[in-house]
């Protein structure tokens, strides 16, 4: 794996970010003896500190780490009141901040170990008392003058050197230009719509034109009239043609505003490895702190993520992975003498799945006890000692605040603070986090994280009069009412979904809509542990969705957290799936669905389902169920796979590129598998040439389908040919 120091892109953004946290916390330290409230000031200094020491960590430099280290410890001090704002302590902390600018990778002259250690020793005198404290001084080599020409000449070398062709540019303008770039595709949708308008025109204008001319006497007009006549349909004309003109720009203006929009969310991505890269260091570490013999697997490292999520989720990767050292990994003792190898292994894994990127945390330990995580649970208090909690729910106790399964506090666990910081951290960014463990096996953390906050992936759902957007990484399926099985539990609706009972609850009723509605359909969202099935009216499919703030005039709306503006002017609010979890009694909903049928019945016939896009894949899903059919999904070719283990279904629909196995070895797999052999597959792909037709056929498929040319009607009809009903 390439490493911080062995990776310019890294590198630079290392000296960059420390380079702006440096001058940030000399230009507070400039402030701090003259302002009027010092507190404020320090407590922004002291996140720059632990911001350098934290890089300085991943990079290495001990240095960089033990200066930082006691910056951060005298201005707490500070901060604190321990110590007052001196003249002294402000000169040694910029000196410091100097020696860390001074330290970085890469600068021809840095500063010797020497001057760090003398500042870290002059800090320790500091923050136990000495007043005043002397300041460490360091001078560079003087250059002789002779040489001055040739100094002068290296110096541009190395400018040249470090010189790139890239630009830095804030965060904040980047989101700036999305948001500039979303009202720009709202004019051009408002534009479309005028020039609909315009048609519109244009034809009732031909219309009257033809009315007047049948009007006219059988003797024709007379001239005057025979030239407004004619004049009248040259202006027809006219319209028709600048309608048409109109058109075709505003399909040119769309296009280009596309790949603004594409552009500037390009600049905000960064690659996984940026945050990646400091593992193995940590692993080092915490293995060595722990006695045990850890091994780091990256993979994945270039899967890019826009840089708000991947920074907002950093700590709580970096938790999951000491975490798995510490808590599952075993010792090498331990690992012995269950006929494991003595080395353990971590992994981190990163993959983009649809518009979601996953990230795995595994660890081949131990597993999680079941029987001592319960018994811990109940010693604090968090279970009642006759539980019987098991699976699923019990590990949902791991993400409790300040629950620990530690029998004693270390550097690196037994605080508390721990799985329940990642959850809230990945499920404020939209995403979820879930965990699978398997005794003497492993464990292993997901997360499932939107690519960008900038543009949303949402499911427009109609309640009541009003459309709302559902952010798709926060949803796990949508299902139909019409044929779902929908009865009273404990004098509340449920449905069924996959063998399990889901609470049907109203989201109008929640959202504080009234009036009458009709529940067609449902999204099921998860909350924590457990899975809600929200009814809607209806589904109208899936947008990609610039959302704004409703500003300080609105402020914040109970279960909004923003909104956009279709093209027919119409406002679209965005659902807080997270606030809609804590929602504690929103009104049931009445059943919708036909009477729950006999056993007896006719057998609905079965779609097999298999798409790595979790957008198509429930658009796929909700058309089919619409149309009667009960569907499953596989979320890619390996998951296709295993599903022909069970019972065969009555057709397949299957994407092309798919990770694992892609859908003609799926398709090829389909046909030599015993009771398979003669189910129809379609395959639905954005791959359209002969080439790939021709080796899908040649695979096995029944029918090739394109995404680029989607009709819900032509896939409804296809798979009623297919099955024959």
Known sequence: MVGWAEDPELLATFRAEVEERVASLSAGLLQLETHPSPRQVVVGMFRDAHTVKGSARMLGLTGVLQVAHRCEDLLGAIR????PVRRDLIDLLLAACDGI??????????????????LADALDRAISGEEPVTVPVWSPVVVDEDDADADSRAFDDD?????TDSVRVATAKVYDLLDVVGEAELDARRVERATSDLDALAAEHNRLVRALRDAMPASGPSAEVGVALGSLVAVADQLTASSRDLRELVDDARGRLAVVRDGAMGLAMVPVRRVVAGLPRVVRDVAAASGKDVRLVLTGEDVELDKQVLDGVSDALKHLVVNAVDHGCESPADRLAVGKPTQATVTVAARAAGGTVVLDVSDDGAGVDEDALRATAIARGVLPADT???GSALLQVLFLPAFSTASEVTETSGRGVGLDVVRAAVESLGGTVDLRTTPGAGTTFTLTLPVTLGVLRCLIARVGGERYALPVPGIVESISLK???????????????HGATLPL???????GLTGERQARAAVVVRHGDRQVAWAVDRLDGELELVVKDLGPFLGRLPLVSGATIDGDGTVICLVDLRELSGESSPAAVMATAEPEQSEAAVRKPRVLVVEDSVGVRELERVILEGAGYEVITAVDGLDGAERLKGTPTDLVVSDVEMPGMDGFALTRTIRRTRGWEQVPVVI????????????GLEAGASAYLLKTEFDQNQLVETVRRLVGR
């Open 505 to 511: 609850l109203d989201l109008g009723a929640a959202l």
């Open 684 to 695: 639905m792909t954005s791959r359209g040439s002969e080439d790939d037709q021709k080796a």
């Open 388 to 390: 019987t909690l098991s």
């Open 80 to 83: 604190d009141e321990r110590l």
């Open 483 to 497: 044929d779902a099985t929908v009865h009273m539990l404990a004098g509340n609706p449920v449905v069924v979904r």
């Open 101 to 118: 600018g001074s330290a970085m990778p890469g600068l021809e002259d840095p500063v010797p170990d020497e001057h760090l250690t003398a």
């Open 159 to 163: 400018r040249r050197a470090w010189a």
